[in-house]
């Protein structure tokens, strides 16, 4: 157990590099017990991969903070760049701010896709309900099959071998087979990885606990409490970290403390107790020459082993909802425009044969959500080339400007055209805006999205102790490591494991320096044994959490 002692006539300083979720939850818990908290954010608004409102009021002053976000006005409706999803519904933070700040969420139909095969026929209703079936049946066995024999699975094995392993043992017609193991790459689409590349060995870290405005006053609040308990430095990017072993003697050019942070912003040497580092993994993968002396081999190590994805979202908003079926009045069930059976919330396009590239791709009917937050618009995610593609759109026209909207509305037309009411002539079936994203050039988002667990062909690789060791950090120097890569287990890769990894980095501190009282020792958010969370929720749901409306 770390112990340290309390400084002499001052309070203990504390530098979180990074003003995402990780790092303001840590700001606020540690400010809250008279902790001297600075946050440093490389960009000029706060929320990290979420973003963060405008125009935010710091409580008891009259300051307003006008924040650039991820979140951006489309058809006059809001949209998240970064998370659309709470991942899990029972003691989950986020879901409880959403709920005090009156965020609408949605839990996503459990009714099957809409899915058009690869020569962009639509599949049956029942089609699609056997495919869709099979497809999650089977990853939930891979749930359970990699918690249970992870220790033995060969560390190359693959998400999509254990698939054709389990499609042959089900001795299915050969059509229904390839239809399946197509529709098993949309899991890409959920980790921002191929479904070739998941890690069989290690596909029980992906498992989440269970789970329409956006993000928007859930980052409200969250800034603000972190306004009222730490000093927050936009636009600061951190170029050093220089620590020494707590045990060592201190600065010569500084106070009592044992860790030294330079930023770009004026070069100067900034001196703390303890530094918390909360930027995402992609970003220490090219960064770690910023730690001095280096980071022990064993972070190296994990910070190396750990991969990153790369899961890019448009948006495509049209004058009308063309694709919803037309109405019987005469059928009190066909009346509802939300009716998932007629209307599904998810369409997929399996190998489409038709499109140049037959790039597989999914997509989210934001018509299906309820009043009033249902609009016109179709959520397009997309991994791998086809993201690289989108970005590289992205970076060659100039956003909302005719060419832009055209350049996406004729890469996506192929697909579209198979929707529901669809003709080439019809104006309400030509988008009038769109909207893409760019996490792969975005530097302080480490070029990616989040972290994933992919196959490896190295020596021995345990992904689970790189976790640990990442989510330990190296104390002795007064460095710690939070974000959603280091989260609990059973929220890696979401918006709450983000929190809680801040949380517990925070209570680590405090009990450092004795300020921990039993209360908060007791608010443990996940207690853990052997390296897996205790009752941990099965899945349905990387599709199934709760969704945040528009």
């Not at 308990?229 to 072993?245: F, R």
């Not at 991994?383 to 060659?396: I, K």
């Not at 990442?470 to 280091?486: K, N």
Request: aromatic letters at 8%; charged letters at 20%.
């Amino acid at each position: 157990m770390i112990r340290r002692a309390l400084p002499q006539g001052r309070k203990i300083s504390v530098c979180v590099v990074g003003a995402g979720v990780a790092g303001m939850r840590c700001a606020q818990m540690l400010g809250a017990k008279g902790i001297d908290v600075t946050v440093l954010e490389a960009r000029d608004r706060t929320g990290g991969r979420v973003g963060a409102p405008r125009d935010v009021r710091v409580p008891l002053t009259d300051m307003i903070l006008p924040f650039k976000m991820h979140q951006s006005m489309l058809g006059g409706h809001p949209v998240d760049h970064g998370p659309n999803w709470i991942h899990g519904v029972n003691q989950n933070p986020i879901l409880d701010l959403a709920k005090e700040v009156g965020a609408s969420t949605l839990s996503p139909p459990e009714s099957a896709p809409s899915i058009f095969d690869h020569t962009g026929q639509s599949l049956s209703r029942e089609e699609c309900k056997q495919c869709s079936g099979l497809m999650w049946g089977i990853i939930e066995e891979a749930f359970e099959y990699s918690d249970k024999n992870s220790a033995s699975i060969p560390q190359d094995q693959s998400l999509l071998d254990f698939f054709k392993l389990k499609l042959k043992e089900k001795g299915l017609p050969e059509h229904v087979t390839e239809r399946v193991l197509q529709a098993c790459r949309s899991w890409g689409d959920y980790i921002g990885g191929s479904v070739e590349k998941q890690s069989l060995k290690y596909f029980w870290l992906e498992e989440t606990i269970d789970g329409a405005s956006t993000y928007k006053a859930i980052l409200d609040r969250i800034t603000k409490d972190t306004y009222a308990h730490a000093k927050v430095e936009l636009s600061t990017q951190v170029v050093s970290v220089k620590t020494q072993d707590c045990e060592s003697k201190m600065w010569s050019d500084g106070p009592s403390s044992h860790v030294q942070v330079t930023t770009l912003k004026d070069f100067t040497n900034k001196h703390y107790d303890e530094v918390v580092m909360t930027a995402p993994l992609g970003w220490l993968k090219n960064r770690t020459a910023v730690f001095l002396p280096s980071l022990p081999d064993r972070l190296l190590t994990a910070i190396e082993n750990l991969s990153y994805g790369q899961l890019e979202k448009v948006y495509l908003t049209f004058p009308s909802a063309f694709w919803l079926s037309p109405t019987d009045s005469t059928s009190p069930e066909n009346n509802d425009p939300n009716n998932n059976d007629l209307n599904p919330f998810f369409t997929q396009w399996l190998a489409p044969s038709y499109t140049p590239n037959h790039w597989p791709v999914e997509c989210v009917s934001l018509s299906s959500l309820p009043t009033p937050h249902a609009q016109p618009t179709l959520l397009f995610y997309m991994h791998g080339p086809l993201a690289a593609h989108t970005t590289s759109l992205t970076s060659t026209h100039t956003p909302s400007t005719p060419a832009y909207i055209a350049a996406f509305a004729n890469l996506f037309k192929p697909y579209i055209a198979r929707l529901p009411n669809y003709s080439p002539s019809s104006p309400s079936c030509v988008p009038v805006d769109a909207l893409a994203t760019d996490w792969s050039h975005d530097e302080f988002a480490g070029w990616g999205s989040y972290s994933n667990f992919q196959t490896s062909e190295k020596g021995v690789v345990e992904l689970d102790r790189d976790i640990e060791a990442l989510r330990w950090g190296a104390p002795e120097r007064g460095l710690w490591f939070a974000g959603e890569h280091t989260a609990p287990f059973v929220a890696l890769g979401t918006v709450t494991g983000a929190w809680w990894s801040g949380e517990k980095v925070a209570r680590r501190i405090l009990r450092a320096y004795g300020l921990d009282g039993e209360e908060e020792q007791e608010k443990e958010v996940i207690e853990e044994a052997g390296g897996k969370a205790e009752g941990r929720e099965k899945v349905g749901a990387k599709r199934g959490g709760t969704g945040l409306g528009a």
